[in-house]
């Protein structure tokens, strides 16, 4: 029913997180509709994002330049680093304005079901950087899941060598807004494990 | 077709955004896998978490579908040990391993006592010896048990110190010395029944781990899962750490 370039449209549209068949048609749709307004500029945007994005050598993040924007920033505070699974971590933690300091994105965890070993994930560019100097502290902000503790355990033994960097992890426990008998076992029993006089 | 049991979460595989494909090893299916609608969602990616013991219910439309599970909490193991490294690297191992060495869909329900024993005393004193039990009870149930009570030379039962690389059967001092640059050590502890130290638990793994790699892993032309050697290495580092 429609021409191939439709068809090959929608089925690379489909391949987009939170888009199936149906949602892609639509989307198809919507750019064919809208051609000037929405699909050469997209169509444009993306051709500049493929050519022009990289991933940053320092620390794995996306940009335009290498080293990216936040590892250029002179104003961040380069004696620390938060190491993140993703490149979305890194993204989220930059929408909360919570942290002023770089970035190490590892691109993964250790897994075991899925054959994903430390060789695969940027840890040796990671104590590369803490042997580099001056950096005072290392907080790792790994997911609370098994792998991602499991990741964080081991980047630990990695970065134990450096006597002089202290090694710290996000919080487990109460999420903000957060209901106790909402919540489940294993949060209530981190929550109770972390918590600090008040 | 549908069933209903206690499991222990073995694995979990991302599928899609928000499913996931889950391993289970209970009593009664043994080690089963099943496909979670949302199973990676905010809301329930802290139960699918390899462990955890779920209460699931398990639904196809015929027995050899790989069908969907819906499950609850039972015990929340995963969370207990994130902030124990050596523990969390003995359940990695201990969930790796089974879930690489068992067939599928094949009841073992002494394994799954045994994992169920290894969770309970996961970061309490001497587990690791349970976890070199639960890989010795491994064998057995894949028919690759090891005789460790008596000499296989002279039928001894005392002072037991190799075991026989090509029997799996334990040899006495006197019987083994003259070849005991070609026998494994036998931990005491195994010997014994005691909790044991460090040092015998890394024998204890050094003498699993030759027979799991040579009978299971080996002849499906697959190595020993990184978890465990990962869990050998938190092991060796614990061991310079602490005496255990």
Known sequence: MNGPEIVRMIQLLAKLP?????????????????????????????????????TCTVCGNFDSVDPCTVCRDERRDSTTICVVEDVADLWAMERGHVFSGRYHVLGGTLSALDGVGPEDLNIDSLVARVRGGGVREVILATNATVDGQTTAHYVADRLAAFADVKLSRLAHGLPVGGEIDHLDDGTLSAAFKARRAV | MEWTEEGVLLGSRSHGEAAVIVTLLTAGHGRHAGFVHG????????????????????RGRVAEQLGTFRGELVTAHAARVLDDPLALAGLAAACAT??????????????????TALLGALGHEGWPSVYV????????????????????????????????????????????????????????????????????????????????????????????????????EALQRFSTTDSG
């Open chain 1, 18 to 54: 939170g888009l199936g068949p149906r949602s892609a048609r639509r989307a198809a749709l919507h750019l064919l509709k809208k051609r000037e307004a929405v699909l050469r500029p997209l169509a444009q945007a993306l051709e500049q994002a493929a050519d022009a994005i990289r």
């Open chain 2, 39 to 58: 199973g990676a969602s905010s809301g329930q990616r802290s139960l699918w978490q390899p462990g955890n013991r779920l209460r699931v219910a398990w």
């Open chain 2, 98 to 115: 089974l879930d690489a060495a068992l067939p599928e869909r094949e009841p073992h329900p002494a394994l799954f006592e045994g994992m």
């Open chain 2, 133 to 232: 039990h639960l890989e010795l009870g491994l064998l057995q149930e894949l028919g690759f048990g090891l005789d460790l009570q008596q000499c296989a030379a002279t039928g001894v039962r005392d002072e037991l110190l190799y075991v026989s690389p090509r029997t799996g059967r334990a040899v006495s001092r006197a019987a083994g010395e003259p070849y005991r640059d070609k026998l494994l050590a036998l931990p005491p502890f195994l010997a014994a029944r005691q909790v044991g130290t460090v040092q015998e638990w890394l024998q204890g793994l050094e003498l699993t781990g030759y027979f799991l790699e040579r009978h299971v892993f080996w002849p499906h032309n697959k190595p020993l899962p990184p978890a465990r050697q990962r869990f050998i």
